[in-house]
């Protein structure tokens, strides 16, 4: 069935440096692309999100890239800071269809 | 401000009960979804509706139930059937299924069992 792969599912950084995390989704038909950030007792938020027709789209500190070649997707943010240090889910979904498949999840830690 | 209500935000169940979770939305939303969430798994499917009065079964379905009867209201009822219902429940809704839009999320609903 369709299926989204998360990757890692812990990602530790210092204040300052980068954070990338990976998606690989097995739906060719998706095309549209969301990343959502949940902090501790709420529900996540959409952060950024991307459609099949760009291959980078970029909001401030935060970037999503995606290769529908090879099906996958990235969110990429710079300058981390401790407010950033949330679990974040990448997800996908196509045109006519009724579900969001969501990632498992990766809990990224920003250490002052 | 438009948003989605869940509540209660704590909700404790014993053996052989039911509890109804409850999920409100302003946002004139046509298609709301449930999901339940379990560390390191990520968020799965319940039921979602897309319409008033008409709902589907998502991929863990069994142990639970909804009713869609007013566009802004859609209850989940974790049943006796569901043997381990111990989760973070998150209600979120769209304006209508078939194009693709971004999830609107609840603060969600953790379950824990007496």
């Known amino acids: 069935g369709e299926n989204v792969e998360q990757h890692p599912s812990t990602l530790s950084v210092q204040e300052g440096d980068s954070a990338v995390i990976k998606c690989t989704y097995s739906?060719?038909?998706?095309?549209?692309f969301p990343w959502y950030k949940q902090e501790l007792g709420k529900g996540p938020q959409l952060i950024i999100d991307i459609r099949s027709n760009v291959g980078e789209k970029k909001d401030q500190r935060i970037a999503v890239t995606l290769n529908k070649t090879a099906k996958h997707f990235s969110l990429h943010i710079t300058e981390t800071q401790p407010e950033d240090s949330a679990v974040y889910f990448c997800?996908?979904?196509?045109?006519?269809?009724?579900?969001?498949?969501f990632g498992a999840g990766t809990r990224l830690f920003v250490k002052a | 401000d438009g948003g989605i209500t869940q509540s209660p935000k704590y909700l404790f169940r014993k053996e052989g009960q039911n509890v109804t979770l409850s999920c409100e939305q302003n946002?004139?939303?046509?298609?709301m979804y449930w999901y339940r969430q379990d560390p390191g798994q990520g968020l799965r499917l319940i039921y979602y509706?897309?319409?008033?009065?008409?709902?589907q079964k998502g991929d863990i379905a069994e142990g639970y139930s909804v009713s869609r009867e007013k566009k802004e209201s859609f209850p989940l009822t974790v049943t006796s059937a569901q043997k381990n219902p111990t989760a973070f429940y998150l209600c979120a809704s769209i304006p209508a299924t078939g194009a693709n839009q971004p999830q609107h999320f609840g603060d969600g609903t953790r379950l824990s069992i007496l």
């Open positions: 509706s897309q319409i008033v009065n008409d709902f």
């Open positions: 946002l004139n939303h046509d298609a």
């Open positions: 997800a996908a979904s196509r045109n006519g269809g009724f579900k969001t498949i």
């Open positions: 739906d060719s038909a998706s095309n549209y």
